[in-house]
């Protein structure tokens, strides 16, 4: 079995920033609380939290505790009301996401209808549509563009989840101009998108095309995983995501199987690492199968 990896994979930048702020933070007789977990991988939540890092749901369970903000980043209201609350800020969002925030309020600010392409129950997505005043559309699939007001500025913006694949911005954009270009006086797009993850997507479907079957490594909350295993199954290789090591089943693979790992932004290192030691152990598990079917009776 050949195992073969994607060039770029894994941690991007800003998860990195913000498990290793994380990290320093957390300081015996310092207890802080991350309002939602730092990032979408279970394993990272769990190895921050044996550190001391609690997850919280509302500012009402953080009491005396520093408060985290994730790297997902929040609306204006929840600095706000931290500050109210005399809350400590420890301040992981990505610089990219913070981006994209500051798009969505100058944007508003300007006049310009904004729409949002991505998930409306994505953490990063709440918090971009925070900085735009509540005043932004978001629209998740290409096909919702039917459904936009008729009475909608003529003057529109348009930014995407920070973790959106490059194919599906640009085919949003092509169809928003099929459906409304005789409707616009001004057409703002800002790329919002994170120059890693797409790269990574990039990477993920060279490598598809390469081989007989994927891994895809990463939780399953993280929106960015989730879109690598997409790209894979569209390029017609059989993907499987995983979480951990343990979810490998070697019925997926044969000895002379091409195997292509790929993990997504918030996978740490070392559950790659655990992957590919555990796809070396299958590997090594079929040969000794394929001999003993093949040993004289």
């Not at 390029?235 to 995983?242: C, E, L, M, S």
Request: net charge negative; with cysteine.
């Amino acid at each position: 079995m050949e195992i073969k990896l994607a060039r770029e994979m894994g941690f991007c930048f800003g998860v990195r920033r913000a498990v290793e702020m994380m990290e320093q933070e957390a300081v015996v007789g310092r207890p802080i609380a991350s309002l939602g977990s730092v990032v979408h991988n279970p394993q990272v939540v769990g190895r921050l939290g044996e550190r001391g890092v609690a997850v919280v749901r509302s500012l009402d369970e953080v009491g005396e505790r520093r408060l985290a903000i994730t790297a997902h980043g929040v609306g204006p209201a929840v600095y706000e009301e931290a500050a109210r609350r005399g809350l400590e800020v420890v301040d992981t969002t990505c610089p990219i996401v913070t981006r994209a925030q500051q798009w969505a309020k100058r944007m508003v600010e300007q006049g310009f209808a904004l729409i949002v392409f991505g998930d409306p129950q994505h953490k990063e997505v709440r918090g971009i549509l925070g900085w735009a005043g509540g005043k932004a559309i978001t629209l998740q699939d290409e096909a919702e563009l039917d459904t936009l007001p008729d009475d909608l500025p003529s003057k529109i913006a348009v930014l995407a989840q920070t973790t959106h694949t490059e194919a599906k911005f640009t085919s949003f954009i092509h169809r928003l101009l099929q459906r409304r270009l005789h409707r616009l006086s001004e057409l703002r797009v800002i790329n919002t998108l994170c120059n890693a993850t797409t790269g990574q997507q990039a990477a993920a479907l060279e490598l598809a095309q390469e081989v007989d079957v994927m891994i895809v490594v990463g939780g399953r909350e993280s929106a960015n995983t989730r879109h690598l295993a997409e790209i894979c199954t569209e390029a017609g290789v059989p993907t499987h995501h995983i979480e951990t090591a343990a979810e490998l089943d070697p019925a997926w693979f044969t000895p002379s199987a091409r195997v292509g790992v790929t993990a997504g932004a918030s996978t740490p290192d070392f559950a790659i690492a655990e992957v590919l030691e555990r796809l070396r152990q299958i590997d090594a598990e079929l040969v000794t199968s394929g001999r003993r079917e093949g040993s004289p009776r």
